[in-house]
């Protein structure tokens, strides 16, 4: 049955960094792009940032030029290291595939950010 776990999420005064990782088990890794979403309370999932399947990355506007998202094939992990954090970057933030959701939802990851 597979796995998706993130962890890594935690309280942070702004400015801070914290560093997410995602663990999925599945033998089909490899082959996805993988993007970071995260929900804040009350508003809809966002797509924030993106892996491809060829490495390379897209971010939205929001968090260009502060976070960074990599991928390992081998560990069948994702990471994302979020710097200069922002009150406005709370929210629980989840990993999964795109064009299209095809892994289960995990738990997700709870950052906080305080002012």
């Known amino acids: 049955q597979m796995q998706l776990v993130e962890s890594g999420g935690g309280l942070v005064q702004a400015g801070g960094s914290l560093r997410l990782s995602c663990t999925v088990s599945v033998s089909t890794f490899s082959m996805n792009s993988i993007g970071w979403y995260r929900q804040a309370l009350g508003k809809e999932r966002e797509l924030v940032a993106t892996?491809?399947?060829?490495?390379?990355?897209n971010y939205a506007d929001s968090v260009k030029g502060r976070f960074a998202i990599s991928r390992d094939n081998v560990r069948n992990m994702v990471y994302l290291q979020m710097n200069n954090l922002k009150p406005e970057d709370t929210a629980v933030y989840y990993c999964?595939?795109?064009?299209?959701?095809?892994?289960?939802w995990g738990q997700g990851t709870q950052v906080t950010v305080s002012s």
């Open positions: 999964n595939t795109l064009p299209r959701t095809i892994w289960p």
């Open positions: 892996v491809y399947r060829s490495g390379n990355t």
